[in-house]
Each structure stands twice: as C-alpha cells, then as structure tokens.
C-alpha cells in the first residue's frame, strides 16, 4: 500500500467514526482531520468535499458490509439458516443504529451522488439476496427477495420502537 493509499484510509476510517457519532451535519472536517492525525488540507488533497468524503465512507461501509454478509451467509449449507443469516444482519444493523434512526439518510437528500450510492447499495443487497434465492431454484428468485427485504424493513420500524425486538424478531424468524 502506498502512503498517500494508507493516509486516505486513515481519513475514511475517522470519518466513517465522526460522521458515526455526530452525523453529516455536526461533523466538521477539522474534527476528521484530527482524528485522522492530518492536516485540514490534507483531506482535500483526497476528497474535494465533505459530501463527498460522507459517500466515501458509506460506499466502504456498504461493501464490507455485503463483503461480510456473503462470508456469513456462505458458512450455512441450508437455505432456512441462509434467510436467517441474512435477516439477523439486516435486522442487527437497524438495532445498533436504534438511536440514530436517520444517520443513512441525514444528508442523502441534498446530494444526488449521494443518493445514488444508496440506489446502488440497495440494489447490490436486493440482488444478492435474490442469488442466494436463484440457488434454491425459488421461482421468481428476485420478487421473493423484495419480499423477504420488505418483510425485515417492517421490523426495522418495530425495532426503533420497542426494547428487546430483535429477540422477538428472532423467534418470528425462526419458523421459516
């Protein structure tokens, strides 16, 4: 790795936690820039914007956080452990994120890049949950993956509201 390759990492990696804790709007760049241990101006030698930083940050946590699923996935061999799989990790994210239910989409509404890597984040999900299901010969693989997807959406709601959800979502889960 080169070192400008591992200063923009550290610049992400700070971000991804400032931007984690404070959101889009509270986050400034000098509070990055300390917590990457950079200059200010450092960070604009890598990202023009803070906008454009934010996307960074997000287009990394959205594939590892499918790099991650599939590993996950790909350590069950039935296709009931799989849909578990899939929703513990779709509904885990929704319960550590309980307490800031918008940070996702906090800024996602001024940008259309930003937008767009969401799009594109929700469409690589929905089509990989729809391959899992194509390998179970599921006839009509992609609608029954917006199905299951809209199903643990639901529950994203219930989670935001109620204490000890995902305990009662992981019983609904378990009668697949």
């Keep these: 790795m080169?070192?400008?390759?591992?200063?923009?990492?550290?610049?992400?990696?700070?971000?991804?936690?400032?931007?984690?804790?404070?959101?889009?709007?509270?986050t400034?760049?000098?509070?990055?820039?300390?917590?990457?241990?950079?200059?200010?101006g450092t960070i604009y030698l890598y990202f023009s914007s803070k906008d454009e930083l934010y996307i960074e940050t997000h287009e990394r946590n959205f594939q590892?956080?499918?790099?991650?699923?599939?590993?996950?996935?790909?350590?069950?061999?039935?296709?009931?452990?799989?849909?578990?799989?899939?929703?513990?990790?779709?509904?885990?994210?929704f319960y550590r994120d309980k307490h800031t239910p918008n940070k996702y989409l906090q800024a996602y509404t001024n940008n259309p890049k930003m937008i767009q890597s969401l799009h594109d984040f929700l469409?690589?999900?929905?089509?990989?949950v729809t391959s899992v299901m194509a390998k179970e010969n599921i006839t009509n693989a992609s609608d029954h993956a917006k199905a299951f997807i809209g199903m643990l959406e639901n529950y994203k709601r219930d989670i935001f509201l109620t204490k000890n959800l995902i305990i009662q979502c992981y019983l609904r889960l378990s009668y697949l």
Excluded: P
């Design 123 to 128: 469409d690589n999900y929905h089509q990989y």
């Design 2 to 26: 080169t070192r400008g390759q591992d200063q923009k990492d550290k610049i992400v990696d700070a971000a991804m936690q400032i931007f984690g804790k404070k959101g889009f709007y509270d």
């Design 28 to 40: 400034k760049m000098l509070d990055i820039a300390e917590k990457a241990g950079v200059s200010k």
């Design 64 to 93: 590892r956080y499918l790099d991650m699923l599939e590993a996950k996935v790909n350590a069950f061999s039935s296709f009931k452990e799989k849909l578990i799989c899939i929703a513990e990790e779709q509904l885990a994210v």
